[in-house]
């Protein structure tokens, strides 16, 4: 019974905790390379253009989740020129306050810090589903996926997609806000731990598939991370 526990609570652990927080740092650093390489050949002010509507989803992403866990928004700034007055080179901010004694709260956290990794991530599924469905047809022959979508389909696409792409890295403030809400939520995922372990009411099997999807997709996220690194090495 124990070793059943132990085994379940690392899974669930390395699935809603380890992995993301490894994953989101490791796409967090390359796009922060990125874009300082952009800021460099295109000028400071630059990813206004180039990742602006990705910020709003990244802001947007922030705000949402906030006010799911009950959190009390005071401020949302979608877009700013960073480099301007006192924008202390912030694209954008949601400035939120929370009951300090709501463990539900506290957890929230956590989940308000990394969010825009998620929120991005179904915003590029959501334009991709849009503008070039084919992509997302496993079974689609490559030549297929070229040729049965408009051209400017294509580069629409393309210029979204990097455009979101480029905003998903988390700042400084993300990261701390996410770790003040971690110890709440380590308790949390102990106790549903224990409660699916007594109740059986998941296998490990089932735990562990769950697991190899999550580093599917932080892996095809880091994959198009390094990509674009690459590419922008190149301009």
Avoid: C
């Amino acid at each position: 019974m124990a070793k059943t526990l132990s085994e379940i609570w690392l899974v669930i652990l390395a699935s809603w905790l380890l992995v993301p927080v490894a994953g989101s740092w490791l796409v967090s650093a390359i796009i922060e390379k990125v874009n300082q390489r952009l800021m460099q050949r295109f000028g400071n002010n630059s990813l206004v253009v180039l990742s602006g509507l990705g910020v709003m989803v990244h802001e947007l992403s922030h705000a949402l989740v906030a006010l799911i866990f009950l959190h009390k928004v005071t401020r949302l700034v979608l877009l700013q020129r960073p480099f301007v007055k006192d924008h202390a080179g912030k694209m954008g901010y949601v400035a939120h306050t929370w009951n300090k004694q709501s463990q539900y709260q506290q957890i929230g956290n956590f989940f308000i810090g990394i969010a825009p990794v998620f929120g991005i991530s179904l915003a590029m599924v959501g334009v991709t589903q849009l503008l070039w469905p084919s992509l997302l047809q496993v079974q689609t022959q490559l030549t297929a996926v070229l040729i049965n979508e408009p051209w400017w389909k294509m580069l629409l696409w393309l210029f979204i997609v990097i455009n979101l792409l480029t905003a998903v890295s988390l700042s400084k403030s993300d990261w701390q806000g996410a770790g003040s809400g971690v110890f709440s939520y380590i308790v949390f995922l102990t106790l549903v731990t224990i409660g699916i372990t007594l109740l059986k009411l998941v296998s490990l099997t089932q735990l562990v598939a769950w697991l190899w999807l999550v580093v599917a997709f932080f892996a095809l996220l880091l994959s198009m991370s390094i990509i674009l690194y690459i590419i922008t090495r190149f301009i």
